[in-house]
T-cell receptor, first 116, second 111 residues
Framework: KAGVTQTPRYLIKTRGQQVTLSCSPISGHRSVSWYQQTPGQGLQFLFE???????NKGNFPGRFSGRQFSNSRSEMNVSTLELGDSALYLC???????????????FGQGTRLTVV | LAKTTQPISMDSYEGQEVNITCSHN???????ITWYQQFPSQGPRFIIQ???TKVTNEVASLFIPADRKSSTLSLPRVSLSDTAVYYCLVGSNTGGFKTIFGAGTRLFVKA
């Protein structure tokens, strides 16, 4: 089956602009999580969506937002870009673990965002 | 704040067995232990997961003692292509995958 698809793979934006990144999860997966990875901070959790609702949120400013559509595809948006937002943005899809079942998360290749 | 502690880096040679130990003293009853591998500019890839005792799959083994306060990832006969960062995660994705990643262990395999 197809893996997690993130688009675009690379993006260059200017400070102050906004950007939207897209993630298509594995078919049947309803949970989509977003992570930011930088050399200095490592992998940091942004938020998680399930059934079109943000269910979990990390410690990021309100400039970072997201949404999920009825087909489980998810987008994340960053407004008023800052140089420090340059990072690899990763999304992961997973089945929602229930009843003690803990399933793995599948990551996409990521979107490399460069803010200049 | 990451719930795990693992070595920052390790070196090995091709063909050797590599063991990476992770400490997780505050592991909760519902938490699973999961290891991921990440190559540069790629997303992490699931390696193995366990709850207690020993788990083995085609690429690795995971040893978890009875108190579950630590775990050891064992990679048999590593090759150059195993050079990567290895993350030990502790948590449960019941209610969503939101696990905090630590710094990981950078494994460098030499010829």
């Amino acid at each position: 089956k197809a893996g997690v698809t993130q688009t675009p793979r690379y993006l260059i934006k200017t400070r102050g602009q906004q950007v939207t990144l897209s993630c298509s999860p594995i078919s049947g997966h309803r949970s989509v999580s977003w992570y930011q990875q930088t050399p200095g901070q490592g992998l940091q959790f942004l938020f998680e969506y399930f059934s079109e609702t943000q269910r979990n949120k990390g410690n990021f400013p309100g400039r970072f937002s997201g949404r999920q559509f009825s087909n489980s595809r998810s987008e994340m948006n960053v407004s008023t870009l800052e140089l420090g937002d340059s990072a690899l943005y990763l999304c992961a899809s997973s089945l929602d673990g229930q009843g003690g079942l803990n399933t793995e998360a599948f990551f996409g290749q990521g979107t490399r965002l460069t803010v200049v | 704040l990451a719930k795990t502690t693992q070595p920052i880096s390790m070196d090995s040679y091709e063909g050797q067995e590599v063991n990476i130990t992770c400490s997780h003293n505050n592991i909760a009853t519902n938490d699973y232990i999961t290891w991921y591998q990440q190559f540069p500019s790629q997303g992490p890839r699931f390696i193995i997961q366990g709850y207690k005792t020993k788990v083995t799959n085609e690429v690795a083994s995971l040893f978890i003692p009875a108190d579950r306060k630590s775990s050891t990832l064992s990679l048999p006969r590593v090759s150059l292509s195993d050079t990567a960062v290895y993350y030990c995660l502790v948590g449960s994705n019941t209610g969503g995958f939101k696990t905090i990643f630590g710094a990981g262990t950078r494994l460098f395999v030499k010829a």
